[in-house]
């Protein structure tokens, strides 16, 4: 076989493994739950995922949550109870995301980045301008509520 063939057959091959790779990597669906996540005087709109983590979540709505601030690009809280959990490494956090970190561990990210961490998807907040800026530099209250 030709050096040629035989990387035409190596493309193919890393080709077909990404895409069976791609298809098996989960998929988070929106469900029509949506909750506000209010920061001091600004309220910023919040799509839930269809799934266990983020019904028991939204079941235990209004919560009103003492935010620790984290690496200066997350605010968190650790929750009284646990969340039903199906973490996943989360690669690329994007600005505006909700994750569960463990059990109970709730994590809101104001700055995207890569990560090696796992976590268990919950939702994002759609529009993020003045997100930043609302959660400053330390410790917040945030009010969670359902829409």
Do not use: W
Not at 40 to 67: C, H, I, Q
Not at 89 to 96: D, E, L, R, T, W
């Amino acid at each position: 076989m030709s050096k040629r063939k035989k990387i035409i057959l190596i493309v193919i091959a890393l080709l077909l493994i990404c895409v069976v790779i791609f298809m098996f990597i989960p998929k988070d669906r929106k469900s029509d739950k949506r909750m506000t996540v209010t920061v001091g005087d600004k309220t910023f709109a919040a799509v839930l995922y269809d799934n266990k983590t983020a019904d028991e979540l939204y079941s235990r709505l209004p919560l009103t949550l003492d935010m620790r601030e984290l690496n200066g690009n997350e605010k968190y809280c650790d929750l009284d109870k646990s969340l039903p959990s199906k973490s996943f490494p989360a690669g690329h956090i994007s600005k505006g995301d909700i994750k569960l970190f463990g059990d109970d561990c709730l994590v809101l990210f104001y700055e995207g980045f890569m990560s090696g961490y796992s976590y268990t998807n919950i939702g994002y907040i759609e529009d993020t301008d003045g997100l930043a800026d609302a959660l400053g530099s330390g410790n917040v209250t945030v009010r969670f509520m359902a829409e």
